[in-house]
């Protein structure tokens, strides 16, 4: 559930990039970098934005934030069949990733 944690912060600080609040984006990518402390490719996923953060580059770090937050969400469901079709049909719906997998692990019990 890592992943999902990180994903989330990824886009909190994709959204204070976009207004500017470097400040922020810088406070959420530390907090990513805790909890990611152990995932390598998490790891290498938030250099890339501290690299862009770091230069103040609005636009690369919110497409870099956006493609990364997108893979790490479609990586946590995509190991069975199932769990995909129901996260293909949470997205017609607009609802988060997590909940489809919740209601996927709820539904299996």
């Not at 970098?33 to 934005?49: G, T, Y």
Request: proline share 1%; with cysteine; aromatic share 8%.
């Amino acid at each position: 559930m890592s992943e999902l944690e990180v994903a989330g912060y990824q886009e909190e600080a994709r959204e204070a990039a976009q207004r500017g609040d470097w400040d922020r984006v810088d406070r959420v990518v530390a907090r990513a970098k805790i909890v990611a402390r152990d995932n390598v490719w998490m790891k290498q996923s938030l250099e890339a934005l501290e690299k862009y953060s770091r230069k103040r580059q609005t636009q690369q770090f919110s497409k870099e934030a956006l493609y990364s937050a997108d893979k790490m969400n479609k990586r946590l469901v995509a190991d069975d069949d199932h769990q995909l079709s129901i996260v293909k049909v949470s997205k017609r719906k607009r609802l988060p990733i997590y909940v489809a997998k919740w209601n996927v692990e709820n539904a299996c019990k």
